[in-house]
């Protein structure tokens, strides 16, 4: 009987191309997933991601459904995939869903964090995790800014990518956290487009310098410009945080 297995996992994107699987390269997380899965299943097997990293991003929820014949017990299929994946990918919960679940298309919202360090000493223990800028910025003129990006609102300004898709997006909140040096900024949205987080983060901190002024994110939404956003801040301070299901 076929089963519908689901799978929790995290993963330090350091050294991969992102999550999703590229024609050219078997460096992706999808790729080291389906080989790992696929060797301990002794079938072939292919896994379907909730949501999309960049090259260098990290992962603490990110959720994949794959289809198995193999009767194995959960808790043994746990154990013996954490041993077969690379040690910076790690499965930390297993579940048999319904045969309807999907991960791709019951994702409601997704949270991403952007970690920024302000202080003038780079980490050391936390250097692959946060964008080192070694800069005070002002956090309550970025806060008045990031009101702006709430809401239902064209985002081409803010990719990297043109695309005949629609570039509409939501953005319900933006949350900001100090933790000593470290600024951490909190996304949650229907969906992003391509380097979108990491172009509006880029934009904020300009403001927070005093690079740019606050109103000049309505131009950008005006005109749909990517020259005229910030510029994009390294993909080690970004980490998809969570996948928010329909209930």
Known sequence: MKRNIKLTIAYEGTKYLGFQRLGD???????????????????????????????????????????TYNQMELDDMLVNINKFLPEDIITSKIEEVSDSFHSRYWVDKKTYLYRIYTGVVPPLFERKFVYFLGKNLDINKMKKASQLLIGEKDFQGFSRKNTKKSTVRNIYNIEFKVID?????????????????????????????????IESINEIFANGVRAEAGYLVPASGLVLFKNHFKN
């Open 25 to 67: 390269s078997e460096n992706t997380i999808q790729e080291k997933l389906e080989k790992c899965l696929s060797r301990l299943l002794e079938e072939e097997i292919l896994v379907i991601g909730a949501s999309r990293t960049d090259a260098g991003a990290h992962a603490l929820d990110q959720i994949v459904n794959f289809h």
């Open 181 to 213: 040096n470290e600024l951490q900024l909190y996304f949650t949205a229907d969906g992003f487009l391509y380097n979108m987080v990491r172009i509006l983060v880029g934009t904020l901190i300009e403001i927070g310098l005093n690079q740019r002024e």
